[in-house]
C-alpha cells in the first residue's frame, strides 16, 4: 500500500520520519525519494537480515538515515520526544522472511521449526510446539489464528511430540494434515496454526500495544502514524488506540457512564473513519496484501 502510505504521510523536505518495520526497505527508500533532498528516517527492525538488505538499499541516500537492529517498542528510546513528522508500522512478516526455508515460517518450506524475526530471541516455534501445555496450544491457534478446530489440533500436536519432537516445519504441517485433511478448504489446514504459532513466538500484539505508545511519543504535532495491519486483532488494537485519542471526553474507571464525562481536548484525529484497503491493482500483482489495512492517526 505504498502509494496510499505516502499520500497519508506526504512526506516533504525538510521532514524527518521514522520506519518502525524497515524490512527490504520499499516504503523507507520511498519516503526519502518524496522528502528530498534533506528529509531524514530513522529506521529498525528486529531482523538483522531485513536491516542488512535496508541498509543496501537506503545507502545512496548517505547521511539522510539512521538504521537501528530493535523493536519499534523501541523507538522512543533513540529517537527525540515530539522530532518526527510521520511514523509507519507496516506490521507482519516479509516476503524475504516467507521464502526462506531456513526461518522456519512456511508450510510451504521445509525448514527448522524456528518463526523468529529476531534470530536472537530464545523462545522458537519449536520450543512452544514441543513444550506448551496443550490447553495454551489450543488457546494461541484459537486467539491468534482462530483456528476452529484448535483443542482437536493442540491434542495431536501433544500426542505426535510424545513419541518425537517436532522440529520442522513439514513434521508440523504432516501432523495437522493428518486430523485436518482440509478438503474443501481454500486454504491449506495448516494455514491458521502456523500464523497463530508467528505471532506468539514474536509476542507481535504485545509488541503492538507497546510500540503504539513509544512511536505516538515520538510525533510531533501535526504529525501521523500510519499502520498497516494482517490481521483483526491487529486492527482492532490500532482502532482501540485511536479511538482513546480522538475522544473528546474522558470518564472516571473503565466503563464510560455518560453521566460522568468530563469534556476534553481530543489528542487526535481519524484521517479517514475506515480503514484502507489495498487497490485492485495491487491485489492483482500481489495476493500477499489481502488482508492488508491501512490506518491513519493524525496527532493535534
Ligand atoms: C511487512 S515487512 C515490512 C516491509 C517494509 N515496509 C518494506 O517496505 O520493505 C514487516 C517487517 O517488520 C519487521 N517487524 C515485525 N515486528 C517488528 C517489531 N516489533 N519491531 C521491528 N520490526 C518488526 C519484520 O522483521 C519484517 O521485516
Same mark, same amino acid.
Given at each position: 500500500?505504498?502509494?496510499?502510505?505516502?499520500?497519508?504521510?506526504?512526506?516533504?523536505? %525538510?521532514?524527518? #520520519?521514522?520506519?518502525?518495520?524497515?524490512?527490504?526497505?520499499?516504503?523507507?527508500?520511498?519516503?526519502?525519494?518524496?522528502?528530498? /533532498?534533506?528529509?531524514?528516517? #530513522?529506521?529498525?527492525?528486529?531482523?538483522?537480515?531485513?536491516?542488512?538488505?535496508?541498509?543496501?538499499?537506503?545507502? +545512496?541516500?548517505?547521511?539522510? #538515515?539512521?538504521?537501528?537492529?530493535?523493536?519499534?517498542?523501541?523507538?522512543?528510546?533513540?529517537?527525540?520526544? %515530539?522530532?518526527?513528522?510521520?511514523?509507519?508500522?507496516?506490521?507482519?512478516?516479509?516476503?524475504?522472511?516467507?521464502?526462506?526455508?531456513?526461518?522456519?515460517?512456511?508450510?510451504?518450506?521445509?525448514?527448522?521449526?524456528?518463526?523468529?524475526?529476531?534470530?536472537?530471541?530464545?523462545?522458537?516455534?519449536?520450543?512452544?510446539?514441543?513444550?506448551?501445555?496443550?490447553?495454551?496450544?489450543?488457546?494461541?491457534?484459537?486467539?491468534?489464528?482462530?483456528?476452529?478446530?484448535?483443542?482437536?489440533?493442540?491434542?495431536? *500436536? +501433544?500426542?505426535?511430540?510424545?513419541?518425537? /519432537?517436532?522440529?520442522?516445519?513439514?513434521?508440523?504441517?504432516?501432523? *495437522?494434515?493428518?486430523?485436518? /485433511?482440509?478438503?474443501?478448504?481454500?486454504?491449506?489446514?495448516?494455514?491458521?496454526?502456523?500464523?497463530?504459532?508467528?505471532?506468539?513466538?514474536?509476542?507481535?500484539?504485545?509488541?503492538?500495544?507497546?510500540?503504539?505508545?513509544?512511536?505516538?511519543?515520538?510525533?510531533?504535532?501535526?504529525?501521523?502514524?500510519?499502520? *498497516?495491519?494482517?490481521?483483526?486483532?491487529?486492527?482492532?488494537?490500532?482502532?482501540?488506540?485511536?479511538?482513546?485519542?480522538?475522544?473528546? #471526553?474522558?470518564?472516571?474507571?473503565?466503563?464510560?457512564? /455518560?453521566?460522568?464525562?468530563?469534556?476534553?481536548?481530543?489528542?487526535?484525529?481519524?484521517?479517514?473513519?475506515?480503514?484502507?484497503?489495498?487497490?485492485?491493482?495491487?491485489?492483482?500483482?500481489?495476493?500477499?496484501?489481502?488482508?492488508?489495512?491501512?490506518?491513519?492517526?493524525?496527532?493535534?
Amino acid at each position: 500500500m505504498l502509494d496510499e502510505v505516502l499520500k497519508a504521510l506526504a512526506p516533504k523536505a %525538510g521532514g524527518v #520520519y521514522a520506519d518502525g518495520t524497515v524490512g527490504g526497505g520499499n516504503h523507507a527508500v520511498a519516503i526519502l525519494e518524496a522528502s528530498s /533532498p534533506d528529509g531524514r528516517l #530513522y529506521g529498525c527492525d528486529r531482523d538483522p537480515l531485513a536491516l542488512a538488505a535496508a541498509g543496501d538499499r537506503l545507502a +545512496v541516500f548517505q547521511g539522510r #538515515y539512521e538504521l537501528r537492529r530493535g523493536t519499534f517498542a523501541d523507538l522512543n528510546q533513540w529517537v527525540a520526544a %515530539g522530532s518526527c513528522d510521520g511514523v509507519l508500522l507496516d506490521l507482519g512478516v516479509s516476503s524475504p522472511q516467507l521464502d526462506c526455508a531456513e526461518r522456519g515460517f512456511s508450510f510451504q518450506h521445509d525448514g527448522p521449526l524456528d518463526m523468529r524475526m529476531d534470530p536472537d530471541q530464545a523462545l522458537t516455534a519449536s520450543v512452544l510446539v514441543n513444550t506448551a501445555e496443550v490447553e495454551d496450544l489450543a488457546r494461541v491457534f484459537w486467539e491468534l489464528g482462530g483456528e476452529r478446530q484448535s483443542r482437536l489440533l493442540a491434542r495431536a *500436536i +501433544v500426542r505426535a511430540r510424545e513419541s518425537r /519432537p517436532l522440529e520442522t516445519t513439514r513434521q508440523l504441517a504432516e501432523v *495437522i494434515e493428518r486430523v485436518s /485433511p482440509g478438503r474443501g478448504r481454500k486454504a491449506h489446514p495448516a494455514t491458521k496454526v502456523f500464523q497463530a504459532l508467528r505471532m506468539a513466538v514474536n509476542d507481535e500484539l504485545g509488541n503492538l500495544r507497546a510500540g503504539l505508545e513509544s512511536v505516538w511519543a515520538i510525533l510531533k504535532s501535526g504529525g501521523r502514524l500510519a499502520v *498497516i495491519t494482517f490481521h483483526s486483532l491487529e486492527d482492532r488494537t490500532v482502532k482501540h488506540f485511536g479511538r482513546e485519542r480522538v475522544r473528546e #471526553y474522558t470518564f472516571p474507571g473503565s466503563v464510560d457512564v /455518560p453521566e460522568l464525562r468530563q469534556p476534553r481536548a481530543p489528542e487526535a484525529r481519524w484521517l479517514s473513519r475506515r480503514a484502507m484497503i489495498p487497490s485492485a491493482v495491487e491485489l492483482a500483482t500481489n495476493p500477499r496484501s489481502r488482508s492488508a489495512q491501512l490506518r491513519v492517526i493524525e496527532k493535534i
